[in-house]
């Protein structure tokens, strides 16, 4: 199942390790999900992760993005006919549609209206994880 995961979960599930954002991070760990990516998320994930205030160590945070992309799927997207209210989003949405993702997993779903979504379902991790456990 192919989805696409803002940062917020990714710095979520890695400083609470038994938090709903884990469990989805553990999904890719385990194949189970194939997170969709393109160089400027990689990027924001690597610069958000190595912030002080996080505490990271910089080994640590490179295993997190090779384990992505090693179970990832890279994509090349277009830019977004309308922007979102954060311009700092709108390569989630952009590599969602892409990719055709089935789910962009947020912690800010207000981020992404629904009338910009061009029919990416865009969910919270604990309503990622309700939907991916009925299946």
Known sequence: MRVVLDTNVIVSGLLCPHSVPAEVI??????????????????????????KEFSFCKEEVEYVLDEMKSHGYVVAAEPLSSGLPDSTDEPFLEVAIAANAEYLITGNKKHFPLRKSRGIPVVSPAEFLKIYRKN
């Open 26 to 51: 553990y999904l890719i760990a385990c194949g189970r999900l194939e997170p969709c990516y393109d160089t400027r998320i990689i990027t924001e994930y690597r610069d958000v992760l190595c912030r």
